[in-house]
Each structure stands twice: as structure tokens, then as C-alpha cells.
């Protein structure tokens, strides 16, 4: 593991008597690219803030490369923060703008200019320094505000929801260019965004937020087929969420049916919920399924059908290439190892932050 | 292109409205200023402002406006400043307070003014009360200014709060982020997108203080003449329209030049909003 850069200890804030992060701890590493990812309001943007110097939180700290910077103001402290909706200065060409923080650094003009031409050549934008931000794209404008904020060589680069304002095909295009820039330059990436296929095709780490507190840290992979409770498994992509008994190690009964899965150690007869993505769910031939249904809606999606099928008294959502007409009767079956189980929350108030999406 | 037309005939009450009370006077003022008693052509009524006196009035009719337009960009740039960063109704309450002796007649102001400096009025009296030396204020150029400033500073304040809230708080973010301390930040970023609202709140409280004759007169006493004093005298008291008139097509090319100014750099019409 690379070396711990940021430690966020204890952060704690509230606005006007709303608990915005309650004691929030993260870890972030050398070249790690980081997304919090979470449903608006759920902390994310705050403690990006937080990061940058823009909000002081009413408790804890904020560990950078060992030292507290908690009361640093954003001038002095070594990462640059990429914002919302570009915030360029529309007073000043896109030259200026980039040459704004060296100029502060006191960097000679040699060197200013060298950078903003390595900078507008990152960014795919090679002689734009002259023209004003007003007269670029959207697209256009936010590389600009990532090239403004390269040039300083910060260590960590903070991004607040950079590509909310663009369109999918540009936001899917940025993404791309996003890790290529990151791979580039070796730095330290923190993202916000409430996208959950943004985070999933970008970081290397994602960090699910709610209500200000840290529902799963882990890799894409391990978000998506490991999610930890209910709320990580619905955010995450389409899900079928379902209340089930753990009869004992590697058995799980669902709606009454048995199911050989691959977790151990919840204990005997213990009341957990199951995720099965619905990709994982196969339709074959009734006698075979473990159990049977009837599909009562179908939805042709371009990659695959999307199905939904009644059985055992749950709507079953599915994915599938193979066709399968409303009304047909199907058989269900599960690879015990697309059976993620998850503990049931274990306070009302725990469940209160998983049901509210 | 019927609907159009019928639109269009939503503007004739105001049309005639200010062919009457605008357009036509303007032609009689450019008359008037343009001829001689005898109604033939001469241009001696615009050059009469070279003459000692009226060069005098015009001077400090300048001087005092500029005093006012200065007094009143110090006082108004840090409350907008601090309004556009209010949120919520609070800042609202403050506007208000600023605009509500707005909504008060402007002569009773200034009078209102007149009997607290006066040499035996309010301030005065409770100066005296408290055994403090009496202040000599009235009809000298500080009341005016004094009269001017408190007449016009919410003309000041509105387009500068226009505009320092149209600055979005990630552009001063950024600039913090880059860098830039708090006084740099203020001076390359937050002060030169602020010039539209800064070119409006200068003309609408330049082009009124130096036009005004109200304010001196009641508060310069009868020795500090304005022009604004003199065209007015010139109608009134001396009858003579003609050079009336005249003064007052020099006055309008201050307000022309001024118009000109805040039309290239208020695009957005900052001061449109009163």
C-alpha cells in the first residue's frame, strides 16, 4: 500500500443544528484516486470543503502528510480544488487564468509560459490562451479550470462533481481523460459525485457516504459485488434486496426457499438481508429453478431485457439477453456465489439512513 | 405579425408620454439655448459658462459631486460586500433599511437636515447640552456634501450589491485555492467584477448630485451656488430662458459622457434594477 497522505480524524459539522459528518474518519493514500460517492446532502461535498480549506469543522482533524492543517487557509495549503461549475475568471483569457497561481509563486515568465503550454497540451486545448472563458463550451471550460489548477503541482487534486454540467457523451469522454491525466501526473485525485457508474469507472477507491456517515470503503469491484448493507447494494446499480434467514453456514432460506450460498459465520437461524444483482439471477426451465414464477413485466433495454418476475411473493428484478414473454412461466435459479449476504441494520436509527435514498 | 402590431400599441400611452414631457421639452431647451431674445441663432448662451460666475458654479458643482460620489463608493463597497455575502432574509432586512428613507420625500430630508445643523438646531442643542464646542456645518460645502450623500448612497449600494452577488463564491474560492491571499484576491478578482456595478452606482449618484439645486440651497445657504442653482435662478428669478438653457446643454453633455460610460461597462444593467 502506498503512503498515507490525508487523515481525515474525527471530522465532525453541523449547519444550523443539522449533522452534516458525525465523526468521520478516511484515509487517503500517494496517487490513490479517491471518490465519495453519496445521494445529495449525504456529507460528500462538505468535507471536500473541508479539504480545501473552505469550511472549518466543528471538530476533529485534518492530517496532511502528518501535519494538521485543520486551520490552514486555502492559500496555503498544498492541493488545488477543480470546482462545480468551472468558476473561471471571466475577466481574464484562459492564459491568464492558468498562469493566476504562478504568478502568485512568483514563477518567472519563462516559466509560466512553458507551463501553460504544457498545460493547455494535457488538456487537448493547444492555442486557446487568448481567447476569453465566456467563449468556450462547457466541456472546454472545465479542462481549462483542471489545467488552472494543474500547474501549481499540487499534491492531491480535489474535483467537486466536475462533470455534472456535461453532457453524457462529453462526461463519459472526460472521464477517460480524467484517469489518463491522472496516470500522467501522478498526483493524488479526490472526486465528488453523486454518479455511481462516474466512481465505479474511475477510482481505485470509493467511499459510499450517507447522512454524513461512511456506509463502505472498498474497491469498484468490492462496492458493487460485496456491498456491505442495504442502502451501499440500491445505490450501487439496480439490486433485488431481500429479507432472508441465514439457516446456518454456506444455506440461506429466501422467501422460504433454500439457497447454497458461500458466507459463513452469521451464526444459526439469524434474520439477514440478501442482494442478487439482477444479472446474477438466471431464468431456466421451471423444474429446474429452485424456485418458480411467472414474468409479469419486460422491458427491451438494448444490451439486454430487463424482466420482472413474480415468484415466492417478490417481484425479482432480471437481466437477461434471452427473451422471456409476460406471463411465461420460468424457474429461478442462483450461483451461490452471486449471494451476497448483508447483517439487517442494527439500530432503527441505522435503518432510517439505509431506507432513505 | 397582427399580434405583433397589436403589441406594439401597449407602448402608445408611454409614447406619448414622453414625446410630451420629454421630447418636447428637450426641443425647447435646445431652442432656447440655441437663440437670442430675438430668436435669431447664437451660441452665446452655451459660451456664457466661461463667464467668472457661472465657471465658478460649474467647478463646484463638480468638486462636491465628486466628494459625494467618492464619500459615497467608501461607505457603499463594504456593505454591499457584506450584503452579498448574507444569506438568507437577513439581508433582505438590511436593504430595507437602506431603501425605506428612500421611500420618504426628498425635500423633507434635506430639510430634515437643515433643522438638525442648523446653528441653533438639534446637534447643536445637544452639543451644547453636553458642553461640547458647537459645529459650524451648515451652508458651508460639507453640509452639501453631507445633504448629497445621504440623498444618494442607496443609489450607490444597489448596483454594487447587484453586482458583487452576481460573483459567484467559487470564483473567490478559487482564487483563494490558487493562492491568492485575501487582499489579492479582493483586488484582481472580486474589484474588477464588480466595474459594471461600480460604473452604475458612480453615474447614478454623480449625474444627480451634480445637477442638483435642492440640497445647496437649502443647505449651502445663498452664497454656495451650484449650477444646478444657477440654471434654476436663471428660469425662475431672471426669466431668461435662453441662457438657462444654454447652461443646461452644457450639463447635459457631463450626463451624456457619463450615460456613454456606464452603457460600455454595465452591459448587464446593474443599476436597471431601480
Same mark, same amino acid.
Given at each position: 500500500?502506498?503512503?498515507?497522505? +490525508?487523515?481525515?480524524?474525527?471530522l465532525?459539522?453541523?449547519?444550523?443544528g443539522?449533522?452534516?459528518?458525525?465523526?468521520?474518519?478516511?484515509?487517503?493514500?500517494?496517487?490513490?484516486?479517491?471518490?465519495?460517492?453519496?445521494?445529495?446532502?449525504?456529507?460528500?461535498?462538505t468535507?471536500?470543503?473541508?479539504?480545501?480549506?473552505?469550511?472549518?469543522?466543528?471538530?476533529?482533524?485534518?492530517?496532511f &502528510?502528518?501535519?494538521?492543517?485543520?486551520?490552514?487557509p486555502?492559500?496555503?495549503?498544498p492541493?488545488?480544488?477543480?470546482?462545480q461549475?468551472?468558476?473561471?475568471?471571466?475577466?481574464?483569457?484562459?492564459?491568464?487564468?492558468?498562469?493566476?497561481?504562478l504568478?502568485i *509563486?512568483?514563477k518567472?515568465?519563462?516559466y509560466?509560459q512553458?507551463?501553460?503550454?504544457?498545460?493547455?497540451?494535457?488538456?487537448?486545448?493547444?492555442g486557446?490562451?487568448?481567447?476569453m472563458?465566456?467563449?468556450?463550451?462547457g466541456?472546454?471550460?472545465?479542462?481549462i479550470a483542471i489545467?488552472?489548477?494543474?500547474v501549481?503541482?499540487?499534491?492531491?487534486?480535489?474535483?467537486?462533481?466536475?462533470?455534472?454540467?456535461l453532457?453524457? *457523451?462529453?462526461?463519459?469522454?472526460?472521464?477517460?481523460?480524467?484517469?489518463?491525466?491522472?496516470?500522467?501526473?501522478g498526483?493524488?485525485?479526490?472526486?465528488?459525485?453523486?454518479?455511481?457508474?462516474?466512481?465505479?469507472?474511475?477510482?481505485?477507491?470509493?467511499?459510499?457516504?450517507?447522512?454524513?456517515?461512511?456506509?463502505?470503503?472498498g474497491?469498484?469491484?468490492?462496492?458493487?459485488?460485496?456491498?456491505?448493507?442495504?442502502?451501499?447494494? &440500491?445505490?450501487?446499480?439496480?439490486?433485488?434486496?431481500?429479507?432472508?434467514?441465514?439457516?446456518?453456514?454456506k444455506?440461506?432460506?429466501i422467501?422460504?426457499?433454500?439457497f447454497?450460498?458461500?458466507?459463513?459465520?452469521?451464526?444459526r437461524?439469524?434474520?439477514?438481508?440478501?442482494? +442478487?444483482?439482477?444479472?446474477?439471477?438466471?431464468?431456466?426451465?421451471?423444474?429446474?429453478?429452485?424456485?418458480?414464477?411467472?414474468?409479469?413485466h419486460?422491458?427491451?433495454?438494448?444490451?439486454?431485457?430487463?424482466?420482472?418476475?413474480?415468484?415466492?411473493?417478490?417481484?425479482?428484478?432480471?437481466?437477461?439477453?434471452?427473451?422471456h414473454?409476460?406471463?411465461e412461466?420460468?424457474?429461478?435459479?442462483?450461483?451461490?456465489?452471486?449471494?451476497?449476504?448483508?447483517?439487517?441494520?442494527?439500530?432503527?436509527?441505522?435503518?432510517?439512513?439505509?431506507?432513505?435514498? | 405579425m397582427?399580434?405583433?402590431?397589436?403589441?406594439?400599441?401597449?407602448?402608445?400611452?408611454?409614447?406619448?408620454?414622453?414625446?410630451?414631457?420629454?421630447?418636447?421639452?428637450?426641443?425647447?431647451?435646445?431652442?432656447?439655448? =440655441?437663440?437670442d431674445?430675438t430668436?435669431?441663432?447664437?451660441?452665446?448662451?452655451?459660451?456664457? +459658462?466661461t463667464?467668472?460666475g457661472?465657471?465658478k458654479?460649474?467647478?463646484l458643482?463638480?468638486?462636491?459631486?465628486?466628494a459625494?460620489?467618492?464619500?459615497?463608493?467608501? =461607505?457603499a463597497?463594504p456593505?454591499?460586500m457584506?450584503?452579498?455575502?448574507?444569506?438568507?432574509?437577513?439581508?433582505?432586512?438590511?436593504?430595507?433599511?437602506?431603501? =425605506?428613507?428612500?421611500?420618504?420625500?426628498?425635500?423633507?430630508?434635506?430639510?430634515?437636515?437643515?433643522?438638525?445643523?442648523e446653528?441653533?438646531?438639534?446637534?447643536?442643542?445637544?452639543?451644547?447640552?453636553?458642553?461640547?464646542p458647537n459645529?459650524?456645518?451648515?451652508?458651508t460645502?460639507?453640509?452639501?456634501?453631507?445633504?448629497?450623500?445621504?440623498n444618494?448612497?442607496?443609489?450607490?449600494?444597489?448596483p454594487?450589491?447587484?453586482?458583487?452577488?452576481?460573483?459567484?463564491?467559487?470564483?473567490?474560492?478559487?482564487?483563494r485555492?490558487?493562492?491568492?491571499?485575501?487582499?489579492?484576491?479582493?483586488?484582481?478578482?472580486?474589484?474588477p467584477?464588480?466595474?459594471?456595478?461600480?460604473?452604475?452606482?458612480?453615474?447614478?449618484?454623480?449625474?444627480?448630485?451634480?445637477?442638483?439645486?435642492? +440640497?445647496?440651497?437649502?443647505?449651502?445657504?445663498?452664497?454656495l451656488?451650484?449650477?444646478?442653482?444657477?440654471?434654476?435662478?436663471?428660469?425662475?428669478?431672471?426669466?431668461?430662458?435662453?441662457?438657462?438653457s444654454g447652461?443646461?446643454?452644457?450639463?447635459?453633455?457631463?450626463?451624456?459622457?457619463?450615460?456613454?460610460?456606464s452603457?460600455v461597462?454595465?452591459?448587464?444593467?446593474?443599476?436597471?434594477?431601480?
Open positions: 500500500m502506498p503512503k498515507e497522505l +490525508i487523515h481525515l480524524n474525527n465532525s459539522k453541523s449547519f444550523d443539522q449533522m452534516v459528518l458525525d465523526e468521520l474518519n478516511l484515509k487517503i493514500h500517494e496517487n490513490e484516486f479517491v471518490t465519495l460517492l453519496g445521494p445529495s446532502g449525504c456529507g460528500k461535498t468535507t471536500l470543503r473541508i479539504l480545501g480549506g473552505f469550511a472549518v469543522p466543528d471538530a476533529g482533524q485534518v492530517i &502528510d502528518g501535519k494538521d492543517i485543520t486551520h490552514v486555502p492559500n496555503l495549503r492541493l488545488n480544488t477543480v470546482f461549475k468551472y468558476a473561471l475568471f471571466t475577466h481574464m483569457t484562459i492564459a491568464e487564468n492558468i498562469a493566476f497561481g504568478k *509563486k512568483k518567472s515568465k519563462a509560466i512553458d507551463k501553460i503550454k504544457y498545460a493547455l497540451k494535457l488538456v487537448n486545448l493547444e486557446y490562451g487568448n481567447r472563458p465566456d467563449s468556450l463550451s466541456g472546454q471550460q472545465q479542462r489545467a488552472r489548477a494543474i501549481n503541482e499540487p499534491k492531491v487534486l480535489l474535483l467537486d462533481e466536475p462533470l455534472g454540467a453532457d453524457l *457523451k462529453l462526461r463519459q469522454e472526460m472521464q477517460y481523460e480524467l484517469i489518463r491525466m491522472k496516470n500522467e501526473l498526483i493524488t485525485f479526490v472526486y465528488v459525485t453523486h454518479d455511481q457508474e462516474e466512481a465505479l469507472t474511475m477510482s481505485d477507491t470509493i467511499v459510499v457516504m450517507n447522512q454524513g456517515y461512511i456506509q463502505q470503503i474497491s469498484p469491484e468490492s462496492i458493487y459485488n460485496e456491498p456491505e448493507n442495504a442502502f451501499v447494494a &440500491d445505490f450501487i446499480g439496480d439490486s433485488n434486496i431481500i429479507p432472508a434467514t441465514m439457516v446456518e453456514d444455506l440461506v432460506s422467501l422460504g426457499f433454500r447454497p450460498c458461500v458466507d459463513t459465520g452469521f451464526g437461524n439469524r434474520p439477514v438481508d440478501v442482494v +442478487i444483482r439482477p444479472e446474477d439471477v438466471e431464468l431456466v426451465a421451471p423444474s429446474e429453478g429452485t424456485l418458480q414464477g411467472v414474468v409479469s419486460l422491458i427491451f433495454k438494448g444490451v439486454h431485457y430487463e424482466m420482472e418476475v413474480m415468484a415466492g411473493g417478490f417481484e425479482w428484478l432480471v437481466h437477461s439477453t434471452v427473451l414473454p409476460v406471463g412461466e420460468v424457474g429461478i435459479r442462483v450461483d451461490p456465489f452471486n449471494i451476497q449476504i448483508m447483517n439487517k441494520p442494527e439500530s432503527e436509527d441505522e435503518e432510517a439512513v439505509a431506507i432513505d435514498i | 397582427t399580434s405583433n402590431n397589436k403589441k406594439k400599441w401597449l407602448s402608445a400611452p408611454y409614447a406619448l408620454w414622453s414625446a410630451v414631457f420629454i421630447i418636447i421639452p428637450l426641443c425647447m431647451i435646445f431652442y432656447y439655448g =440655441l437663440t431674445k430668436g435669431a441663432f447664437t451660441l452665446d448662451n452655451i459660451v456664457a +459658462i463667464t467668472v457661472h465657471a458654479a460649474l467647478r458643482s463638480i468638486l462636491l459631486s465628486l459625494c460620489t467618492l464619500v459615497c463608493f467608501l =461607505l463597497y456593505l454591499a457584506i450584503l452579498a455575502n448574507k444569506k438568507g432574509n437577513k439581508h433582505q432586512f438590511i436593504i430595507l433599511v437602506f431603501i =425605506l428613507p428612500m421611500w420618504m420625500n426628498f425635500l423633507l430630508r434635506t430639510l430634515a437636515w437643515q433643522t438638525l445643523l446653528k441653533n438646531g438639534v446637534i447643536n442643542n445637544v452639543l451644547t447640552f453636553l458642553g461640547i459645529i459650524k456645518i451648515i451652508n460645502p460639507a453640509a452639501i456634501v453631507l445633504g448629497m450623500v445621504y444618494f448612497l442607496p443609489f450607490m449600494v444597489l454594487l450589491y447587484n453586482a458583487l452577488s452576481k460573483i459567484d463564491e467559487n470564483v473567490i474560492n478559487a482564487a485555492d490558487l493562492g491568492a491571499g485575501a487582499v489579492y484576491t479582493f483586488i484582481r478578482i472580486t474589484l467584477l464588480s466595474v459594471p456595478g461600480i460604473i452604475s452606482g458612480i453615474t447614478m449618484v454623480f449625474v444627480p448630485a451634480l445637477t442638483t439645486f435642492v +440640497i445647496s440651497a437649502l443647505l449651502g445657504g445663498s452664497k451656488l451650484l449650477i444646478g442653482d444657477v440654471i434654476e435662478q436663471e428660469f425662475t428669478r431672471a426669466s431668461n430662458w435662453h441662457l438657462g447652461l443646461s446643454i452644457v450639463l447635459m453633455v457631463f450626463i451624456l459622457f457619463n450615460m456613454i460610460l452603457a461597462f454595465d452591459k448587464d444593467g446593474e443599476g436597471s434594477m431601480l
